[in-house]
């Protein structure tokens, strides 16, 4: 069974920096396209970053988080993490750790229905 779980959540504030974490299990790390989707309130799941399983594992970041938010993985601790830095109120949302055989995005696409998603961890960021 495919198992995503979130952690590193909190309240920020404004210009400050937080590190998600995803624990994944029971699926082959370095098979799945991996990342991380946002849901603010009252507004639609959207793409933030993710891991390709392509092109050496290739990254992609949405145009309002690139520049502040990095993502990263450890295969030896099957773990995914999301940096983020320079905080701002509109990043305020309830993150989503996310995983797929094939693809999560292309640069222009999000897929918003993976294989997996995890529970989700709030982020607020006060202004």
């Known amino acids: 069974e495919v198992q995503l779980v979130e952690s590193g959540g909190g309240l920020v504030q404004a210009g400050g920096s937080l590190r998600l974490s995803c624990a994944v299990s029971?699926?082959?790390?370095?098979?799945?396209?991996i990342g991380w989707f946002r849901q603010a309130p009252g507004k639609d799941r959207e793409g933030v970053a993710s891991i390709s399983i392509y092109g050496n594992r290739n990254t992609y970041y949405a145009d309002s988080v690139q520049g502040r938010f990095t993502i990263s993985s450890d295969g030896a601790k099957d773990t995914v993490y999301l940096q983020m830095s320079s905080l701002k109120p509109e990043d305020t949302a309830v993150y989503y750790c996310?995983?797929?055989?094939?693809?999560?995005?292309?640069?222009?696409?999000?897929?918003?229905?993976?294989?997996?998603w995890g529970q989700g961890t709030l982020v607020t960021v006060s202004s």
């Open positions: 029971g699926f082959a790390f370095d098979d799945y396209a």
């Open positions: 996310a995983a797929d055989q094939y693809v999560l995005t292309d640069g222009s696409w999000w897929n918003d229905n993976p294989d997996a």
